[in-house]
């Protein structure tokens, strides 16, 4: 059996990469790997955090912005990862008015994954590891199979991870004052 060259796309390849569909990619080791299309649990798990956290954004009145699934973040020469969430600084805000392809340079405040089934190591291991080199301050594990959210301190370049069930209310750093349960994010 021959097996076909992977061809390998450069950053800047990836930045202005447009195959006509409606696809989203992200670039992993110079490949493009393509987005599965969200499952409607995941999508409104996706609605209820983004509204959740846009409200606590106003309540503690930052000039902060929730980004859903549509800005991508550096994380390496050769990868570049479009977490379910992120949450923008101000100057990131102004950054990415003046991007042609919304992808990040510098970490985010916030990034969240919402685990997708058979696709648990994304998350749990290459994108955690990805996302400690990017020196992103928290990262938010949310997993519909495992009824879990883990949310990943970063101290000293390593995640920290607390693990969230049942009735318990989640402990956000960047949202102290957060008022969210577990149960909240499962019976969406």
Known sequence: MV??????????EYLTYDD?????????????KVMPTASGFHALILHFIFKMLEQEIERIKQQWKVMPGI????????KSRIPDLVILSE??????????TAVLESPPLLAVEIVSPGNADDD????RSEYAVREIPEYWIIDP????????????????ATEFTEEQEIKSELF??????????FEV
């Open 176 to 185: 102290p004052d957060l008022k969210l349960s577990i149960k909240q994010i």
């Open 71 to 78: 800005v991508g973040v550096r994380t390496a020469k050769t």
């Open 145 to 160: 199979d495992a009824k879990k959210v883990s949310i990943l301190l970063l101290v000293s370049g390593f995640y920290e």
């Open 3 to 12: 097996k076909l060259a992977t061809k390998l796309y450069s950053f800047e």
């Open 124 to 127: 749990y291991r290459y994108k």
């Open 20 to 32: 006509g569909t409606d696809n989203k990619y992200e670039l992993v080791n110079g490949e493009l």
């Open 91 to 100: 100057s990131q805000c102004q950054e990415i008015r003046e991007m042609t």
